[in-house]
């Protein structure tokens, strides 16, 4: 157990989730850290690559409109039922009002193409909800269910999100990820592209 309620600021602070019941169970696993601040989730197996970078850029958001932001990310519509899809209302340039929040929806169903790819910035009342643990999708206990009731008395915005996503949560992604990266590298593609011929040959 965490005997401070708040971490001072700079502070890196762990906790473990000690089973795996979902992503809104690891949030909840941090309210004591949290406190009554708001505060950022972000997913390591989504890689942003941008200049600002995506949390950079909800931040700027977040100082226009406050409440809770999303990140939103535009992909086609044979893949939404993959991801946490938003159901958008009205938009503002990059700003689209949230009006409720789907997680994997059957395919075909999907109330708009802008999924999550896994950047946050939520108020603390999340966690009232994530208290509750109640089961969603999967039979796991989801952030997207959580943030859908916050919607219901708070304010809830995505953020078209400009820049590049690697979805590193599969091995092909993790790899494709790293060819990017290291294709954006002088001093380290042309003896990668070499490296990659002989292997497609």
């Known amino acids: 157990m965490l005997e401070c309620s708040n971490a001072r600021f700079g502070e890196v602070v762990s906790v473990r989730q000690q089973q795996p019941l979902g992503l809104g169970h690891a949030v909840w696993c941090a309210r004591d850290i949290v406190g009554d601040e708001p505060f950022a989730v972000l997913l390591p197996d989504e890689l942003m690559v941008a200049q600002p970078g995506c949390l950079a850029q909800m931040v700027e958001a977040y100082e226009q409109v406050g409440g809770n932001l999303v ?29 409720g929040l789907v997680e994997k929806p059957p395919q075909g169903s999907a109330p708009s193409n802008l999924m999550l790819p896994g950047r946050y910035i939520l108020q603390p009342e999340v966690m009232r909800a994530l208290d509750a643990q109640e089961r969603g999708a999967g039979g796991e206990i989801q952030l997207t269910d959580a943030m859908i009731g916050l919607s219901k008395t708070q304010s809830f915005y995505g953020v078209e999100f ?9 091995k092909a992604g993790f790899l494709r990820a790293n060819i990017a ?21």
Do not use: N, Q
Request: net charge negative; hydrophobic share 30%; glycine share 10%.
């Open 71 to 99: 990140a939103a990310l535009e992909v086609p519509a044979s893949e939404t039922h993959k991801y946490g899809v938003v159901d958008p209302g009205a938009s503002d340039g990059r700003l689209t009002e949230i009006r």
């Open 162 to 170: 400009e820049g590049e996503r690697h979805d590193c949560g599969s």
């Open 181 to 201: 990266f290291a294709m954006a590298r002088a001093d380290l593609r042309d003896g990668l592209r070499e490296e990659m011929k002989k292997y497609l040959d």
